[in-house]
């Protein structure tokens, strides 16, 4: 006899900021009970106000099946550890998170803390074993997260993970969120797929434009 598997309608969302806001706004729209966690609840007075929910990382770390890591790369590690052990055991958690240094850009290069052969996420899961880590929404801005509208079709969501569960149930999340979703593979995906953010911020450094996403065009084989 099959086990039916758990319905995913919890989020929690761990930031404050846009990218954080954007996502959250995103999973209330497409029907998903939403909480988002930051460290300082005054933030979002704005989200409660509209009859949203809000609370500490702790808090909305145990109130999601799914939890949304949407908060500076370099305080990541930090705020999952506020969060008690138990409530990250099992755990889908989407890395949005890039690992930027605080250094300026290069001729609209964007410097990283980390080195080629080791992603952020790599650490984040080696830092939290229990937890099932996916990178996504990573390589993309926040303006186009949810639902974006390109005239040439859906672009791709890269996506990364240790475990094809978690990625399955990633990968329904952004097909909900207008996306086409490609696997590359294990956690080490990762650090082919953070350095994409580099990519894509070079057209706005450089030249103010900041309207676009990757696709991955395929031959059809006969």
């Known amino acids: 006899m099959q086990t039916k598997q758990k319905e995913i309608?919890?989020?929690?969302?761990?930031?404050?900021?846009?990218?954080?806001?954007t996502l959250a706004e995103g999973f209330k729209k497409h029907g998903y009970d939403v909480m988002m966690g930051t460290r300082y609840v005054d933030k979002l007075k704005n989200w409660?106000?509209?009859?949203?929910?809000?609370g500490t990382f702790k808090e909305a770390g145990k109130f999601g099946d799914i939890l949304?890591?949407?908060v500076k790369g370099s305080a990541a590690e930090n705020v999952l550890g506020v969060i008690d052990d138990r409530d990250l055991q099992g755990k889908i958690i989407i890395d949005t998170t890039n690992p930027i240094a605080d250094e300026q850009p290069v001729n609209g290069v964007i410097k990283f803390f980390t080195?080629?052969?080791?992603?952020?996420m790599e650490k984040l899961q080696r830092a939290y074993p229990e937890a099932k880590f996916v990178k996504a929404f990573s390589c993309v801005g926040n303006a186009f997260m949810v639902n974006p509208d390109f005239e040439d079709g859906k672009p791709t969501m890269f996506i990364a993970g240790d475990?094809?569960?978690?990625?399955?149930?990633?990968?329904?999340?952004?097909?909900?969120?207008g996306w086409e979703v490609e696997d590359m593979g294990k956690a080490e995906g990762a650090r082919a797929i953070e350095p994409?953010?580099?990519?894509?911020?070079?057209?706005g450094i450089v030249k103010n434009q900041w309207n676009h996403a990757f696709k991955l065009l395929k031959k059809k084989v006969e």
């Open 9 to 21: 309608k919890k989020i929690g969302v761990l930031g404050s900021g846009v990218v954080a806001k």
């Open 48 to 54: 409660t106000e509209a009859g949203n929910k809000a």
């Open 68 to 70: 949304v890591l949407a």
């Open 115 to 120: 080195e080629l052969n080791f992603s952020h």
């Open 163 to 177: 475990s094809d569960e978690a990625k399955q149930k990633v990968t329904e999340v952004l097909e909900k969120f």
């Open 196 to 203: 994409l953010a580099m990519l894509w911020c070079i057209p």
